[in-house]
Structures are given as structure tokens and as C-alpha cells.
């Protein structure tokens, strides 16, 4: 595990109407880290892995992104960090229906790098990783459950991304199928990437490098390294003057 930090979330805060979903949430993760995101249905794990994945915009607390406050940026500049750099697999695969799994795989390669053959190439790959070489051709919406979440284990996969949130990815998947991803999510973090994993699974936990559990909207049990002071952010060579 390389010591950098990757992420770093301080006070998290987001309701929906009148009850808060995260409480005060602050979790740092670290370049090549992975990490099982534990705790009951409900407690608000998929919406924080929203907010740290900048899909959410939370209603207090500040989320750096490799040193990058996303939500001082653009749109399109937040966009293009999501495609860059998190990787995402859903409770739900997320494919679209019409597109062969090999285009599901390969349309994140193909937006980063204009190149439609390098991108095939990609998911021809990862697709071989995964077993499912022969259902290339196949509509995502075809496919059964656990051939779908394999294929958006993929997808997320494709662009080498610094860091993957996964939200219960082989909740759906037989254990043939989910030895195969966390094989692959082994290999992955072995080479630098972090992995932040929500899961209800002990098998899923077991192979991560550190828990943290979360119960009504906050982290319960985990040292919290980012504080807010200077030297929370000094892995990632923040410029004077603090946050941006």
C-alpha cells in the first residue's frame, strides 16, 4: 500500500427534505488503499459513495479529489474528472440495454481517447479477464444479472481510473463470479489504484486492507485523518493557504 492520499472528505453533510442521510462524514483514503465501507441497509452508504464519487453535491463538507476541490469547478470539468480518475459500479449494472457489453465496456475508453479501436481492444480484454468473451455481442439488456454486473465491474475498470467506488458489486454475482472481480480488484490495487467497496459481504471485506462502518448517516469507528488542518492534505502537496 503506497502512503499518498488519493481522497480526503472532511464533514460530510447531506439531507434529503428534513432527515440527514450523512452526518458529518470525514474519510481519507490513500493511493493503492482498499477499503470495505460496512454497516446496515439504510445507513447511507450508497450516498455517500455518491458524494465522494462527485455525483452528489453535499449540503456541508468539502471532498478533494487528488487535491482537487471538484465543486469549484465546472460541469464539464467535474465530468471530465469522473471519467479520468473514479471508476464506478453500481448496485445496479447501469448498461445500456441496446449496446453490446463490449460497447458498455468500451464506450468510457472511447470518450477518454477518441480512438474507437483502442477502446474495442480494452474491452476485449477485460472481458476476457471476466469470462464473458462469448457474450461480447450480447445486448447489456440480455444478460443475466451477474453477466451484467460483471460487465460494469468492466466498464468501471476501463480507464485505469486512481480510484473505484463500488456499491454491493457482487451482491447479484454466484462465488465463481465473485472470486473472479475481486481477483481482478486485487490486481488493480496491487498496481496503485484505491478501492472503496460498500458491502454487506464478509467474504468482500475479508480481502480488503481496512473496514470502516457507517450507522445512521455516520462513520462510527474509523480514525478520522482528515481533519481539516494543514497536515491532513500534506500528501498531497497542497499549495499554502489550505483547501481550496
Do not use: Y
Not at 502512503?3 to 447531506?14: D, E, F, I, Q, Y
Not at 469470462?131 to 455481442?137: D, V
Not at 451477474?146 to 467506488?165: M, S
Request: charged share 20%; proline share 5%; hydrophobic share 45%.
Amino acid at each position: 500500500m503506497s502512503g499518498g492520499l488519493v481522497l480526503v472528505a472532511n464533514g460530510l453533510v447531506r439531507l434529503r427534505g428534513d432527515k440527514t442521510i450523512v452526518a458529518g462524514a470525514s474519510l481519507s483514503l490513500r493511493v493503492g488503499e482498499s477499503v470495505a465501507l460496512m454497516g446496515p441497509s439504510g445507513c447511507g452508504k450508497t450516498t455517500l459513495l455518491h458524494l465522494l464519487g462527485v455525483l452528489d453535491r453535499p449540503g456541508a463538507g468539502t471532498v478533494l479529489i487528488e487535491g482537487i476541490n471538484p465543486w469549484s469547478k465546472g460541469r464539464n470539468a467535474r465530468a471530465a474528472l469522473r471519467l479520468r480518475r473514479i471508476g464506478f459500479v453500481f448496485q445496479q449494472s447501469n448498461l445500456i440495454p441496446f449496446l453490446s457489453a463490449r460497447d458498455n465496456v468500451a464506450l468510457p475508453a472511447w470518450r477518454l481517447s477518441g480512438s474507437r479501436r483502442s477502446a474495442l481492444a480494452q474491452a476485449d480484454a477485460l472481458l476476457a479477464r471476466f469470462g464473458l468473451s462469448t457474450q461480447a455481442k450480447a445486448p447489456g439488456g440480455v444478460l443475466s444479472l451477474g453477466e451484467a454486473q460483471r460487465v460494469a465491474t468492466a466498464r468501471a475498470l476501463v480507464n485505469r481510473p486512481a480510484i473505484i467506488l463500488a456499491d454491493e458489486p457482487t451482491g447479484s454475482l454466484d462465488s465463481a463470479s465473485t472470486e473472479a472481480v475481486l481477483d481482478t480488484f486485487d490486481e488493480v490495487v496491487r498496481e496503485g489504484t484505491t478501492l472503496l467497496v460498500a458491502t454487506h459481504d464478509s467474504r468482500v471485506a475479508s480481502r480488503m486492507h481496512r473496514m470502516v462502518h457507517m450507522q445512521d448517516g455516520a462513520l462510527v469507528d474509523q480514525p478520522i485523518l482528515a481533519t481539516g488542518g494543514p497536515s491532513a492534505f500534506t500528501a498531497l502537496k497542497m499549495p499554502s493557504g489550505g483547501r481550496p
